[in-house]
C-alpha cells in the first residue's frame, strides 16, 4: 500500500448537503481535492464514503494524516 500524498496543508471548506454522498480522496492523487477522482487506483488506498446528515460547510482534511476521517484534525500544523 502506498502513502497517501499530501493534497494541501490545511483542510478544505466545503458546503455539503444533507443526504448527498460524497467520496473523500484518501490518496492526496485527486485533482478534486478534497474528493475522489479515481486516481488512487493501484495505490492500495480507496476513498472514504461519506453522507452529509446536513446542509452545512465542513472542513474536510487536506494532508491526508488526520485521525479523524474526513475531518480535518489539525495533523498537518506538526507535518
Given at each position: 500500500m502506498s502513502e497517501p500524498v499530501i493534497a494541501q496543508r490545511g483542510p478544505y471548506r466545503v458546503e455539503v448537503t444533507a443526504g448527498?454522498?460524497?467520496?473523500?480522496?484518501?490518496?492526496?492523487?485527486?485533482a478534486s481535492q478534497p474528493f475522489c477522482d479515481g486516481s488512487?487506483?493501484?495505490?492500495?488506498?480507496t476513498?472514504?464514503?461519506?453522507?452529509?446528515?446536513?446542509d452545512d460547510a465542513l472542513f474536510?482534511?487536506?494532508?491526508?494524516?488526520?485521525?479523524s476521517p474526513p475531518f480535518c484534525d489539525g495533523t498537518h500544523n506538526g507535518l
Open positions: 448527498q454522498v460524497y467520496f473523500w480522496c484518501r490518496c492526496g492523487r485527486s488512487h487506483k493501484g495505490t492500495g488506498l476513498p472514504l464514503r461519506f453522507e452529509a446528515e446536513a474536510f482534511c487536506g494532508c491526508k494524516r488526520t485521525k
